[in-house]
């Protein structure tokens, strides 16, 4: 069964710590993840997708595919990363996409 | 670029009444248009999928005949709550994809919120 797991509801660190918010999918096909991200009061917005290896806003997200992982990773938080994070995983060859239940990441001054 | 509206932003409606909903992708065509449902402090659940001119796919458990889908244009979708009831009060979110090469990257309007009383 396609299933993307996001195992942490809340995630609280401190401005300047590392930052990992974890994501573990399921699929049988060769997987094409995302990670999106909500701001208070705004929509949600693509932040990264791996088969674009980029970083964006210091986040970078490797795809694992022995540990069927999609971790995301930021060297130093900052306060205005607090926000909702969603792991995606878009579905066979049309464009939906599971969606993992999402961490929502506070940064404490 | 890729924007996508959706109006009201806000509604609320009496019980038995039916709600439409617009989904508007503003500097695109959408190809691809998907309607999700967010409870509170939930992920999202994806409801439907509706291709341009051709008729919504429904995800599992979604009642197609309460949550009417139209795709008429390549900038337009909408639903309609048909007989709304107290629990279909929640936050709807559409997002629309376009064929390209970001094809797979989903454009996401800011959500309606429907109260049924």
């Known amino acids: 069964a396609q299933r993307v797991t996001q195992p942490e509801k809340l995630l609280s660190v401190f401005k300047g710590a590392p930052v990992e918010l974890k994501c573990n999918y399921s699929?049988?096909?060769?997987?094409?993840l995302f990670w999106y991200v909500q701001y208070s009061r705004q929509r949600l917005q693509l932040l990264l997708r791996?088969?674009?290896?980029?970083s964006i806003k210091g986040f970078t997200a490797d795809l694992n595919k022995g540990e069927t992982s999609f971790h995301l990773k930021k060297p130093f938080a900052q306060e205005e990363d607090s926000a909702m994070y969603y792991c995606?995983?878009?579905?066979?060859?049309?464009?939906?996409?599971?969606w993992g239940a999402g961490t929502k990441l506070i940064i404490k001054p | 670029g890729a924007v996508v509206s959706q109006h009201p932003s806000r509604v609320i409606c009496k019980s038995g009444t039916s709600v439409k909903i617009e989904c508007r992708s503003l500097?695109?065509?959408?190809?691809?248009m998907f309607w999700y449902r967010q409870f509170p402090k939930q992920s999202l659940m994806l409801m439907a999928t509706?291709?341009?001119?051709?008729?919504?796919?429904?995800e599992q458990g979604v009642e197609k005949d309460k949550f009417l889908i139209n795709h008429a244009s390549l900038t337009l979708s909408t639903l309609t709550v048909t007989s709304a009831h107290p629990e279909d009060s929640s936050f709807y979110i559409c997002?629309?994809?376009?064929?390209?090469?970001?094809?797979?990257?989903?454009?996401f309007g800011p959500g309606t919120r429907l109260t049924v009383t």
């Open positions: 500097d695109f065509q959408a190809t691809t």
């Open positions: 509706s291709n341009e001119g051709s008729k919504a796919t429904y």
């Open positions: 995606a995983l878009r579905r066979d060859s049309n464009y939906q996409l599971i």
């Open positions: 791996h088969i674009s290896r980029e």
């Open positions: 699929y049988s096909g060769s997987p094409e």
């Open positions: 997002s629309a994809s376009y064929s390209g090469q970001l094809a797979y990257e989903q454009y």
